[in-house]
């Protein structure tokens, strides 16, 4: 019974731990982030106003704001860290011409 019991809170805490990364609830402080430190850098050599000051940020609200950066207009150094970022955060943006009225 003990080992049942055992077995199924490792379960549970796997699980839990999974379910962070599938729903990006994962959190990105500003302190030791390299993901925090990248994007605020992307703001600001694009001219865009610095992201939401509210810290720290979950995966969904850097997800966000990516959206709003236009890799089209990107210089070359501001792509490396647009790509890094796209990586870390498995972003994909929806292109305009994949959307169907």
Known sequence: MKKLTLIALMLIMILTLHAEDINNQKIYQP?????????NALYISTGHSQPS????WS???LLLMMDKIDPA???EN????Y?????ELDYHPAKNNDIKM
């Open 78 to 81: 501001e792509m490396r860290i």
């Open 83 to 87: 790509e890094y970022i796209s990586e």
């Open 73 to 75: 207009e990107l210089s």
């Open 31 to 39: 302190g030791g982030s390299r993901i925090y430190k990248a994007i």
């Open 53 to 56: 000051t509210t810290a720290p």
């Open 59 to 61: 995966a969904s609200e």
